[in-house]
């Protein structure tokens, strides 16, 4: 059965930091790039980053750009979103998923976990 599982969610002041944790299983997950989403309420899902399979290319979308780091650890088949300078507007569920190929939009993606809650306060 192939499995996403995130963790490291919480609560958090805003310009703090968070490291959110995506492992797989059931799959050879580290042929798969792999990317992360978040969805605010009341808003649609959005792209956050992604990673190729060899984590030699990442991608960000131009909210998180300079603050977040996305890398993987092909060893363990988890992929890490490192979250710094938080802000309120950060808050969301975020999502990770595995793609064939790096892709920015959700429908590009084939497995997704079930999310984490991510909540900045000011």
């Known amino acids: 059965q192939v499995q996403l599982v995130e963790s490291g969610g919480g609560l958090v002041q805003a310009g703090g930091s968070l490291r959110l944790s995506c492992a797989a299983s059931?799959?050879?997950?580290?042929?798969?790039?792999r990317g992360w989403f978040r969805q605010a309420p009341g808003k649609e899902r959005e792209f956050v980053a992604a990673?190729?399979?060899?984590?030699?290319?990442?991608y960000y979308s131009d909210s998180v750009k300079g603050r977040f780091t996305i890398s993987r650890d092909n060893a363990k088949n988890t992929v890490y979103l490192q979250m710094n300078s938080l802000k309120p507007e950060d808050t969301a569920v975020y999502y990770c998923?595995?793609?064939?190929?790096?892709?920015?939009?959700?429908?590009?993606?084939?497995?997704w976990g079930q999310g984490t809650q991510v909540t900045v306060s000011s």
């Open positions: 059931g799959r050879a997950f580290s042929s798969y790039a």
């Open positions: 990673i190729s399979w060899g984590g030699g290319n990442t």
């Open positions: 998923a595995a793609s064939r190929l790096v892709a920015h939009r959700e429908d590009e993606y084939d497995y």
